[in-house]
């Protein structure tokens, strides 16, 4: 009785843990972003962008927004280290695709980059948010166009979503980890990663 006690009482009031993986070639701004995050809804402040050097490990930050804790796993994007993202596909509940929507002439780059992700049989059934970052300049192209320029087709659309962002400014953001959440909560992946977990693991 007490341990059904428990589990229900475990239930409301434990906060669900994700793990989000922030992916995207090098400068894209995946890093800046999760400071951003971090000065946002955890009582740290960031790092402000002038501190923050190229990814070579592995950046945390833990969050808590509303009724989730969010794990987010920043790697370095530079082309000698992106088969090391591989390594984190099968634990992560969902994927943050941060693309630099100011420079042009790295989409090319970008997308067969996402297009080797979404490949992996690890990463199957992730909800995927896909940043155009860099909106702040007026260069950047909007989530639209580089919606049509990435198209997507064959992805299942409930699990995808573009946004445009803005990690410097916050532009975008709230918008995005929303989605991301209710996204997560929603999806099979959470289901059977927590089965696999096993019980007591929210
Ligand atoms: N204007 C503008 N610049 C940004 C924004 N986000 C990041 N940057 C700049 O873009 C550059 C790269 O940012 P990082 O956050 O280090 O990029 P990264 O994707 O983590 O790069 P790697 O760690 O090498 O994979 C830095 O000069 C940032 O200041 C943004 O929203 N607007
Ligand atoms: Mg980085």
């Given at each position: 009785m007490?341990?059904l006690?428990?589990?229900?009482?475990?239930?409301?009031?434990?906060?669900?843990?994700?793990?989000?993986?922030?992916?995207g070639?090098?400068?894209?701004?995946?890093?800046?972003?999760?400071?951003?995050?971090?000065?946002?809804?955890?009582?740290?402040?960031?790092?402000?962008p002038?501190?923050?050097?190229?990814?070579v490990g592995?950046?945390?930050?833990?969050?808590?927004?509303s009724?989730?804790?969010?794990?987010?796993?920043?790697?370095?994007?530079?082309?000698?280290?992106?088969?090391i993202?591989?390594?984190?596909?099968?634990?992560?509940?969902?994927?943050?695709?941060?693309?630099?929507a100011?420079?042009?002439?790295?989409?090319?780059?970008s997308?067969?980059?996402l297009?080797?992700?979404?490949?992996?049989e690890?990463l199957?059934?992730?909800?995927?948010?896909?940043?155009?970052?860099?909106q702040?300049?007026?260069?950047?192209?909007?989530?639209?166009?580089?919606?049509?320029?990435l198209?997507?087709?064959k992805?299942?659309?409930?699990?995808?979503?573009?946004?445009?962002?803005?990690a410097?400014?916050?532009?975008?953001?709230?918008?995005?980890?929303?989605?991301?959440i209710?996204?997560?909560?929603?999806?099979?992946?959470?289901?059977?990663?927590?089965?696999?977990?096993?019980?007591?693991?929210i």
């Amino acid at each position: 009785m007490f341990s059904l006690f428990y589990g229900l009482w475990k239930q409301v009031f434990t906060k669900m843990e994700f793990h989000v993986l922030i992916l995207g070639i090098d400068k894209a701004g995946k890093t800046t972003l999760l400071e951003k995050l971090k000065t946002r809804y955890s009582n740290l402040e960031g790092l402000s962008p002038d501190r923050i050097v190229p990814t070579v490990g592995l950046n945390i930050g833990r969050v808590e927004v509303s009724n989730a804790k969010l794990v987010f796993w920043d790697l370095g994007g530079q082309p000698g280290l992106r088969s090391i993202w591989e390594k984190y596909y099968e634990e992560a509940h969902a994927v943050v695709y941060v693309v630099d929507a100011a420079c042009l002439s790295r989409f090319e780059d970008s997308k067969s980059a996402l297009e080797k992700v979404l490949r992996h049989e690890d990463l199957q059934g992730a909800p995927l948010l896909i940043l155009a970052n860099k909106q702040d300049l007026e260069e950047a192209v909007s989530a639209d166009e580089l919606a049509r320029y990435l198209d997507l087709k064959k992805l299942d659309e409930s699990l995808y979503t573009f946004q445009g962002v803005s990690a410097f400014d916050g532009l975008g953001i709230k918008e995005s980890i929303n989605w991301l959440i209710d996204t997560m909560e929603r999806s099979k992946r959470t289901e059977t990663l927590r089965a696999r977990a096993g019980p007591g693991v929210i």
